[in-house]
């Protein structure tokens, strides 16, 4: 019987090496042994997107390669998640996330996506081509701390600060989060965002660092 | 800036003005009674006009290709540059000039007068082949933003689903093309018809879901090599149509392979060898334009066969120069919105980001982008202006000038 740190390393090196049946495979053993599914998800998966992220970096790996170990990462996600322990009177943080109509883009997004299921939060995805009133709708619907939204292209960009404004007048302690080609650090300043992403490389890196912080927090006993 | 009111009009519309007096007396009297009433001189305008413009924008984007000597330096792109300041004279809504050839054209053609570009190109939108295959697009009639047609949904799931109709050019939106070619010909003769179509790769995410094609790289490796196959062979046939329909130069754009989403090895094993095919098909002026992160591509790029290469606000360009040499055609690469239309650059801000943009080694100044329509319009034309002043003042890398 492999051990917990084999299997740790078995879901790291799955995710890394886009080896889906590995991660399900590592995944299933993680629960019919009884180790503590939150581990396996933060120490296995997180950690292997982690070198994924620098591997990126590194331009040794590009989009097709990131999107693929993302796919391994949600095959063992799927297993591992419905195992962790809800805990009591504990309510999930929640996440608002969709790309702004007049884009029909959606990776970028959906890898930010890949981030807060990572990190157990209830994420609220609206899709894509979504008319701006409905991320402010929505997060007035649920309260949710962190707006999260992608634009490819420059016309559809500039819908994001209309919306930042709708939400920031009417909270103005939401986290508000954006991603994709156009958006810059200038951009997303101007604009009043807390955090940006500039490209679908770039989400997976902000991912990894805000994965990465978990997984910190988590080692001392803050999460 | 009322553009009924020619008192209210710039230098550099006079400037447009006097450019399409070149062979029209009509526009030339206008152009002095445009100067008579805001107290400028006439002669002494059309004087410095003339010697800004030797060429109709026409002559000088052909001899630009041929790397002749230039009286300027072109302001002009292969893909979209219509405006907002065209569309509201012309009383249309954004959403109503992609589904019309004559608003189509007269979008086009004012853009480029009204702001003093060096050609007119259509179309603007990235749906008309997936649309002619058979998927519905949106148009957001409704919407109060600027926003272009997209697909919201693809019909086709899979990668053996796709089926090319022999007949594409007459199908959906797509006779509005060469329609549209013909009209701005008859009725801007004086200025060079750009028309651009996608590449393989860009266009089969227009038709497919792109993170499947993206996986389907490693995947389904030969299936991904038919299909762009396939699409090469649309690319190959749709440009030639719009050649023969009048187009004086013709772009082939490749945004989605860019080192920021594909490998540069991917590039040369799967991409290059397809853009090559499609610009040996095509006769020249033919332009190659990525946008995204070139700078490991820019190499290979040049070895597709354009006359000229295009790239955006990523490419490093004072290293592509270095690495292409002074002989080779270099476009680019203005941040489309950061310099004509982001509300706070002032125009001092946007002449000094055009500045830079010149002394990085282009040979014309293009956008590195579709321009967005809702331009500043004292950036937009300053932006120009700078472009013929201190970009006209002396020769490109590849380009000399008469004067």
């Known amino acids: ?223 | 800036m009322n553009l009924d009111d020619p008192k209210q009009y710039p230098s550099v519309v006079l400037l447009g003005l006097r450019l399409q007096a070149v062979g029209g007396d009509i526009m030339e009297r206008e152009a002095r009674i445009c100067c008579s009433s805001q107290g400028l001189d006439p002669e002494d305008q059309i004087e410095r006009s003339v010697f800004m413009s030797e060429f109709t924008p026409k002559e000088r984007i052909m001899r630009l290709f041929r790397r002749e000597p230039l009286d300027t330096m072109p302001f002009f792109s292969g893909m979209g540059m219509v405006v907002m300041p065209a569309i509201k004279k012309l009383g249309y809504h954004f959403a109503q000039v992609h589904t019309d050839a004559n608003r189509l054209a007269q979008s086009a053609i004012w853009s480029s007068k009204l702001m003093g570009f060096d050609s007119i190109v259509v179309p603007y939108d990235m749906c008309w082949e997936s649309e002619a295959m058979g998927n519905k697009i949106s148009l957001y009639e409704d919407s109060e933003d600027i926003l272009y047609p997209t697909i919201p949904e693809k019909r086709w799931k899979s990668m053996d689903e796709v089926e090319i109709p022999e007949n594409i050019m007459e199908l959906g939106r797509m006779p509005l093309i060469p329609k549209a070619i013909q009209i701005i010909k008859q009725e801007a003769p004086e200025y060079p018809v750009g028309a651009w179509q996608l590449g393989p790769f860009t266009q089969a995410g227009q038709i497919l879901e792109l993170d499947m094609i993206l996986k389907a790289v490693f995947k389904q490796r030969e299936k991904v090599e038919e299909l762009l196959d396939k699409l090469t062979d649309m690319i190959i046939k749709i440009g030639q149509a719009l050649q023969a329909a009048g187009a004086d130069y013709i772009t082939l754009r490749e945004p989605g392979v860019a080192a920021d989403l594909l490998s540069p090895k991917t590039f040369r094993e799967m991409i290059k060898p397809r853009l090559t095919r499609i610009l040996a098909a095509w006769e020249s002026p033919k332009i190659l334009h990525i946008c995204g992160q070139t700078d490991p591509l820019v190499e290979m790029m040049n070895e597709c066969g354009a006359d000229a290469i295009s790239v955006d606000i990523k490419n490093n360009l004072v290293e592509t120069r270095k690495k292409l040499g002074n002989n080779v055609l270099l476009f680019g690469n203005f941040d489309v919105f950061a310099l004509p239309c982001k509300a706070e650059t002032t125009v001092e801000q946007a002449v000094e980001g055009i500045k830079v943009n010149i002394d990085s080694g282009v040979d014309a100044v293009m956008p590195g982008c579709d321009l967005w329509p809702d331009i500043k319009e004292e950036n937009m034309l300053a932006i120009v202006k700078t472009t013929r002043e201190y970009g006209g003042a002396r020769p490109s890398p590849a380009v000399g000038r008469l004067h």
Do not use: W
């Open chain 1, 1 to 223: 019987m492999a051990s917990k740190e084999e299997l740790l390393k078995a879901l790291s090196d799955g995710v890394v090496n886009y080896n889906e049946d590995q991660v399900r495979e590592a995944a299933q053993a993680v629960v019919d042994n009884g180790h503590d599914p939150l581990e396996a998800i933060m120490d296995g998966l997180a950690h292997g997107m982690e070198i994924v992220g620098g591997l990126y970096e590194r331009n040794e790996y590009f989009v097709p390669e990131v999107l693929m170990c993302a796919d391994a990462l949600y095959a063992g996600l799927g297993i591992l998640r419905p195992h962790v322990p809800k805990k009591e009177g504990e309510s999930k943080a929640q996440v608002v996330i969709g790309s702004v109509q007049g884009d029909v883009h959606d990776i970028g997004k959906n890898l930010v996506k890949m981030m807060f299921d990572v990190a157990g939060f209830t994420v609220h995805d609206l899709g894509r081509d979504v008319p701006l009133e409905n991320f402010v709708k929505e997060q007035l619907r649920t309260d949710a701390e962190i707006v999260a939204m992608s634009a490819m292209m420059t016309t559809t960009m500039l819908g994001m600060r209309k919306v930042i404004q709708m939400i920031k007048e009417k909270n103005p302690n939401v986290a508000i989060m954006l991603g994709g080609a156009p958006v810059t650090k200038d951009v997303a300043k101007l604009f009043g965002a807390d955090g940006y992403a500039e490209s679908a490389g770039n989400a997976v890196e902000e991912a990894i660092k805000m994965i990465a912080r978990l997984r910190e927090m988590r080692a001392a006993g803050q999460v």
